[in-house]
T-cell receptor, first 114, second 109 residues
Framework: NAGVTQTPKFRILKIGQSMTLQCTQD?????MYWYRQDPGMGLKLIYY???????DKGEVPNGYNVSRSTTEDFPLRLELAAPSQTSVYFC?????????????FGPGTRLTVL | GQNIDQPTEMTATEGAIVQINCTYQ??????LFWYQQHAGEAPTFLSY??LDGLEEKGRFSSFLSRSKGYSYLLLKELQMKDSASYLC??????????WGAGTKLIIKP
């Protein structure tokens, strides 16, 4: 199993550009999450999904959109990038069912908006 | 509001013992997690506590006191590879994880 994979690893955007961060998991997990991590800060939940076709907002959803058309994929869309979106983005998944299931993280995408 | 506090940075010596504290105030409690995060990498799971007391797992132990809103992670026989950030996260009443900012642990020879 590859686990949780994310692409790209690094990206530089100009203000106002758009992009999609890709996340795929091959563990057949129901729950998937997008977090951002700013330097010296904790992880902040952007969006999450409890299964294909179901998504919901987290703590910091503004400026982002998601979709979950399959169990495996959970892309994060940035529209009109702003410098405040410079961060490291982590995708995570867990099996679901038991809320105590640990979350498995992808390697992250480092995004800079200039 | 919801809040999780951890020290920003700690330094310890190889072979020694270190205790990393975490205090929390959250809307509901459904368990506390500790994750390890090496620089430039993703967090990886270390431990989970939902009942009061100590959970031991090899060189790492985690303690929880729900009445005090307090947990600690104890690392024994420190190795250089333990240099990392340690993240405390609480699962709230909505079963979402609320994350602390992390404690950067520096191990010196």
């Amino acid at each position: 199993n590859a686990g949780v994979t994310q692409t790209p690893k690094f990206r530089i955007l100009k203000i106002g550009q758009s992009m999609t961060l890709q996340c795929t998991q091959d563990m057949n997990h129901n729950y998937m999450y997008w977090y951002r991590q700013d330097p010296g800060m904790g992880l902040k939940l952007i969006y999450y999904s409890v299964g294909a076709g179901i998504t919901d907002k987290g703590e910091v959803p503004n400026g982002y959109n998601v979709s979950r058309s399959t169990t495996e994929d959970f892309p994060l869309r940035l529209e009109l990038a702003a410098p405040s979106q410079t961060s490291v983005y982590f995708c995570a998944s867990r099996p679901g069912g038991a809320h105590t299931d640990t979350q498995y993280f992808g390697p992250g995408t480092r995004l800079t908006v200039l | 509001g919801q809040n999780i506090d951890q020290p920003t940075e700690m330094t310890a010596t190889e072979g020694a013992i270190v205790q990393i504290n975490c205090t929390y105030q959250t809307s509901g409690f459904n368990g506390l997690f500790w994750y390890q995060q090496h620089a430039g990498e993703a967090p990886t799971f270390l431990s989970y506590n939902v009942l009061d007391g100590l959970e031991e797992k090899g060189r790492f132990s985690s303690f929880l006191s729900r009445s005090k809103g307090y947990s600690y992670l104890l690392l024994k026989e420190l190795q250089m590879k333990d240099s990392a950030s340690y993240l405390c996260a609480v699962m709230d009443s909505n079963y979402q994880l609320i994350w602390g900012a992390g404690t950067k642990l520096i191990i010196k020879p």
